[in-house]
């Protein structure tokens, strides 16, 4: 078993920063790649961004590549989501998931993640 907790989200004007904060346990941290996820009402839970196990690799969505960065503190089992320039369509509750998979091509896929955070909410306002 792994638990994941989710933090940092909030309310924040469009052109701002946010940093979200993943914390995992119960298991090796470097046993996973991570990844953050993202859910608005009626959609579907988007990719958002990933990273592996190392931190060697990443992975993200077109439509937040060069605003947001993932990196990770396996130290402190511990993986981020600085999230610059927002914009009103990045509002969503963000989820942090916990994957055993090994291939990066698998890290953008729902189903590859073992493991889920409680998601954390992050509106942007214009």
């Known amino acids: 078993q792994v638990q994941v907790v989710e933090s940092g989200g909030g309310l924040v004007q469009a052109g701002g920063s946010l940093r979200l904060s993943c914390t995992a346990s119960?298991?090796?941290?470097?046993?996973?790649?991570m990844g953050w996820f993202r859910q608005t009402p009626g959609q579907e839970r988007e990719f958002v961004a990933a990273i592996s196990r190392s931190g060697s690799n990443t992975e993200y969505a077109g439509s937040v590549k060069g605003r947001f960065t993932i990196s990770r503190d396996n130290a402190k089992n511990t993986v981020y989501l600085q999230m610059n320039s927002l914009k009103p369509e990045d509002t969503a509750v963000y989820y942090c998931?916990?994957?055993?998979?090994?291939?990066?091509?698998?890290?953008?896929?729902?189903?590859?993640?073992?493991?889920w955070g409680q998601g954390t909410q992050v509106t942007v306002s214009s």
């Open positions: 998931g916990a994957t055993s998979a090994s291939i990066s091509r698998y890290y953008t896929r729902l189903a590859s993640y073992n493991y």
């Open positions: 119960g298991r090796t941290f470097t046993d996973y790649a």
